[in-house]
């Protein structure tokens, strides 16, 4: 495929400068508070894909990244840190496919190092960042929140790393044991981990604070790991290609369900079908949180408390990349995302113009599975199938069962390892799946970690004092 060597981002909001691919990765959050696109879809080929078909996936990565980057990185060097990356997942096919039905499949996306599907653009995302921050002899700041997953991933892939420091908030007693494990027990000097006296939203609402303070940002170099960042997006498209291709796309069409909290993962699935995948339903699948599937029956978008739940990695109600969305199905109109996005910030809610949500249902399906629904389908997985399904891929599973029966093979993202929530998965089958023995002394280790209270200005202060400390730690 011919290559543009500009290829341009442009912010939802639309009043931020115009990036490029390397500044869009360090940029994380545009300046003027949105998420940044490509200002034009790249397109592929049904032959184009038909021959990325049986390739190994590091391959298919660099083939289907590529146009996105737009030539600023060259070819070589993304070829090798795709390969390296993929060299660290424990799966010969990095995101292997498992029959569960006559035309049902799991895409297994947790054989990367911290076991959840963050680790597949994580990996990819430290090496590509570490690369631009090195070419520029530059440091940055990366401030992320996380439910539970993202950080441990995010951590794993930046920990050691000399252009960077990172600091990953997560919302104190919400998650799983071994997600804070994974989190609180690295060793390295530029990781620091922090518990927040509130819930996700309110780590993530800190995080866009920061990066809305512009002094703030440029002062500390600011950068954002969390699916705001076009980097993570991009890296997640390449499942949905493998995945497909190896179910007979692109003669074939398939369809998707994903466990969704922030959107991130089920927009990279919407950027499959636009750059070409033929992606017959796009299904997404909330919890008891289900801000999503109430959006898309009523057209309004509105916050009610998030509950905590077995799944707690989706228990979130400001689910960022929907924007990505709503930019889209507005027909590119920033204004009408502004609009949306001063609604929710002032009143917790907005109502998705006529038009927008007709496109929005034209593209996907909703549907939300309980705390009985997940815990059901736990138990009814294992005993037909003896697949034992962690409870976000449980909460995909459920939504699936009840999607009209159709010709395209339905295939549902099974986005984390049952052993990050032994208590939930053995209340519901009895089974208690332990850790790889590679992760196997993880609850023995120490834990380090910062206990802030829900407040942008303290995490500020804890950042920069933090970052100041490490720099006069290494220049001494
Ligand atoms: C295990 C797991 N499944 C599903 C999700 C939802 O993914 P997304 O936020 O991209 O919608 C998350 C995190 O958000 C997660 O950690
Ligand atoms: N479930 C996520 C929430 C953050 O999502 P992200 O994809 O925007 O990083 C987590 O595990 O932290």
Redesign the pocket.
């Known amino acids: 495929m011919e290559v543009s060597s500009s290829v341009k981002y442009v912010s939802t909001r639309g009043t931020a400068p115009q990036l490029g691919f390397c500044d869009v990765l360090l940029a994380g959050l545009a300046r003027d508070g949105g998420l940044y696109v490509p200002e034009t879809w790249p397109a592929f080929s049904p032959e184009t894909l038909a021959r990325l078909a049986g390739r190994p996936y590091d391959e298919v990565a660099f083939a289907v990244i590529r146009p996105f980057v737009g030539g600023e990185i060259g070819d070589a060097l993304l070829a090798r840190l795709c390969r390296e990356a993929y060299a660290t997942f424990r799966h010969p096919a990095v995101t292997p496919l498992v029959q569960t039905g006559p035309n049902a499949f799991l895409l297994e996306l947790f054989h990367g190092p911290t076991l959840?599907?963050?680790d597949v653009a994580m990996q990819l995302l430290a090496r590509l960042m570490d690369h631009v921050l090195a070419s520029r002899g530059l440091r940055a700041t990366i401030v992320g929140a996380t439910?539970?997953?993202?950080g441990g991933a995010a951590i794993e892939a930046f920990r050691g790393r000399t252009a960077t420091d990172i600091f990953i908030l997560f919302p104190k007693g919400r998650v799983s044991p071994v997600q804070q494990r994974q989190m609180t027990t690295a060793r390295e000097a530029n990781v620091h981990a922090v518990a927040i006296e509130g819930s996700f939203d309110d780590c993530q609402a800190i995080v866009k604070q920061l990066f809305n303070d512009l002094k703030f940002r440029d002062r500390v170099a600011l950068s954002g790991v969390n699916?705001i960042n076009w980097g993570r997006i991009v890296a997640q498209v390449v499942y949905y290609v493998t995945s497909a291709l190896a179910l007979g796309a692109p003669w074939r069409p398939v369809s998707f369900t994903?466990?969704?909290?922030?959107?991130?993962?089920?927009f990279a699935g919407y950027v499959a079908k636009r750059i070409g995948v033929p992606i017959e339903r796009l299904v997404i699948a909330t919890n008891a949180n289900d801000i999503l599937a109430r959006t898309l029956e009523s057209g309004r978008y509105e916050k009610s408390g998030v509950v905590p739940t077995q799944?707690p990695?989706?228990d979130?109600e400001v689910?960022s990349?929907f924007e990505r969305l709503l930019y889209e199905a507005a027909g590119r109109d920033d204004a009408v995302v502004r609009q949306l996005m001063g609604g929710l910030a002032q009143s917790g809610a907005f109502t998705v113009p006529g038009p927008a949500l007709e496109a929005i249902r034209s593209e996907f399906a909703a549907g939300r599975a309980g705390e009985d629904d997940t815990a059901a389908t736990m138990r009814s997985t294992l005993a037909a199938t003896g697949y034992l399904a962690?409870p976000?891929t449980a909460v995909a599973l459920s939504v699936a069962a009840r999607m009209d029966v159709s010709a395209a093979p339905m295939v549902t993202l099974a986005?984390?390892h049952p052993a990050k929530f032994p208590a939930a998965v053995e209340a519901a089958t009895g089974v208690r799946p332990a850790l790889p023995s590679w992760l196997g002394d993880l609850m023995e280790r120490e834990e380090r970690f910062a206990v802030l209270p829900n407040d942008s200005a303290a995490v500020a202060r804890f950042v920069e004092e933090r970052a100041r400390a490490v720099a006069e730690r290494a220049a001494t």
């Open positions: 959840a599907f963050k439910s539970g997953d993202t699916s994903v466990p969704t909290g922030n959107f991130g993962d089920v799944s990695s989706m979130i689910s990349n962690d976000h986005t984390a």
